[in-house]
T-cell receptor
Framework: GAGVSQSPSNKVTEKGKDVELRCDPISGHTALYWYRQSLGQGLEFLIYFQGNSAPDKSGLPSDRFSAERTGGSVSTLTIQRTQQEDSAVYLC?????????????FGPGTRLTVT | GESVGLHLPTLSVQEGDNSIINCAYSNSASDYFIWYKQESGKGPQFIIDIRSNMDKRQGQRVTVLLNKTVKHLSLQIAATQPGDSAVYFC???????????FGTGTRLKVLA
């Protein structure tokens, strides 16, 4: 079956504009994660969804960042009033359930560049 | 705070040799560990995992070793191939939580 998909693959935006990043997880996966990866760095946890609920939003860097998930499937990460420090690759991952073995399946990421 | 780090940021090995990538973790309560491989322009790909009740697990050409005494994790790749060139991340998870903590990664370069 299809893996995790993300769109767009690349996004260039001007400072101050809003952006929306989309994640389509693997069908049936109840857990969904958003991470941010800056150049040459590890993965920074942003938010986790179990179904449509987000038990932990503590990783979101500021109130400019928000995310939602609908129908237990697609998730959207929104960044308002983008800043240059928001430039990074945003990765989405899904898994069958949190805490289960097998890890997470990652999408290819969205590369965000804020000019 | 919690952290997962790697001893060697870059590792160069000759094709055919074995590779060992190391990782240190700080939370002794972590009970599940994963190694991921990330190729350029792609998301991380699951390689192998291990639970804290084990000290060794083998896959195809890969072996993960866990030393809980010194909170150390390693990934061994046998007969390293050019296709193994990538950045490798370790990640840990605490029991009863959903959050994975990733290290900064080690770049593996395979020399022909």
């Amino acid at each position: 079956g299809a893996g995790v998909s993300q769109s767009p693959s690349n996004k260039v935006t001007e400072k101050g504009k809003d952006v929306e990043l989309r994640c389509d997880p693997i069908s049936g996966h109840t857990a969904l994660y958003w991470y941010r990866q800056s150049l040459g760095q590890g993965l920074e946890f942003l938010i986790y969804f179990q179904g449509n609920s987000a038990p932990d939003k503590s990783g979101l860097p500021s109130d400019r960042f928000s995310a939602e998930r609908t129908g237990g499937s697609v998730s959207t990460l929104t960044i308002q009033r983008t800043q240059q420090e928001d430039s990074a690759v945003y990765l989405c991952a899904s898994s069958q359930a949190s805490g289960r073995a097998g890890g997470q399946y990652f999408g290819p990421g969205t590369r965000l560049t804020v000019t | 705070g919690e952290s997962v780090g790697l001893h060697l940021p870059t590792l160069s090995v000759q094709e055919g040799d074995n590779s060992i990538i190391n990782c240190a973790y700080s939370n002794s309560a972590s009970d599940y560990f994963i190694w991921y491989k990330q190729e350029s322009g792609k998301g991380p790909q699951f390689i192998i995992d291990i639970r804290s009740n084990m000290d060794k697990r083998q896959g195809q050409r890969v072996t993960v070793l866990l030393n809980k005494t010194v909170k150390h994790l390693s990934l061994q790749i046998a007969a390293t191939q050019p296709g193994d060139s990538a950045v490798y991340f370790c990640a840990e998870k605490n029991p009863g939580t959903y959050k994975y903590i990733f290290g900064t990664g080690t770049r593996l370069k395979v020399l022909a």
